[in-house]
């Protein structure tokens, strides 16, 4: 099947003016992020970094930085091992409740993230686990499996 060059041109066109709506913000901010006014005026008049030093200089933005790095590598190391693991299970072999692992794998990405956290939230209540960097991991990996 042969799609008119209308329609491909008009999609062509719909998608670039989807990616500038969707990332227009953002390159505006990040140009936001260099002026050298306290307040954001338009047009910029002078770029800095010195916003960036005042950030990286500043302990608690670093300490934020830190965990957050650390809670990213977790998740991603955590959430590889078991997905890799939990896809070679459901892939090569035939068990009983395949599909009951198949179905909890993906119940996270189904449900909205709210429900998934409240989920989580009673869970390490129920086996007296504390929040902190671990919780954090978990949460996450549940999502990136």
């Known amino acids: 099947m042969t799609v008119p060059r209308s329609v491909r041109v008009a999609l062509r066109i ?19 992020s260099f002026n050298a006014a306290k307040v954001a005026t338009w047009p910029i008049r002078s770029l800095t970094l010195d916003w960036y030093v005042k950030a990286i200089g500043d302990a608690g933005i ?21 997905g890799s693991l939990i896809a070679l299970a459901v892939q090569r ?20 993230g709210i429900v998934t956290g409240i989920a989580l939230n009673t869970a390490f209540r129920a086996i007296g686990l504390e929040f902190g960097l671990l919780t954090i991991i ?4 549940t999502f990136c499996i």
Do not use: K, W
Not at 65 to 79: D, F, K, N, Q, Y
Not at 138 to 141: D, L, P, R, V
């Open 62 to 82: 670093r300490s934020a930085l830190v965990a957050s790095l650390e809670a990213a590598i977790g998740a991603t190391l955590l959430s590889l091992i078991l």
């Open 93 to 112: 072999y035939r068990f009983f409740g395949r599909e009951t692992i198949s179905f909890v794998v993906i119940l996270p990405l189904a449900l909205p």
């Open 138 to 141: 978990i949460g996450h990996a």
């Open 14 to 32: 719909a998608s670039g003016l989807l990616l500038v709506f969707i990332y227009l913000p953002i390159a505006i901010i990040l140009l936001y």
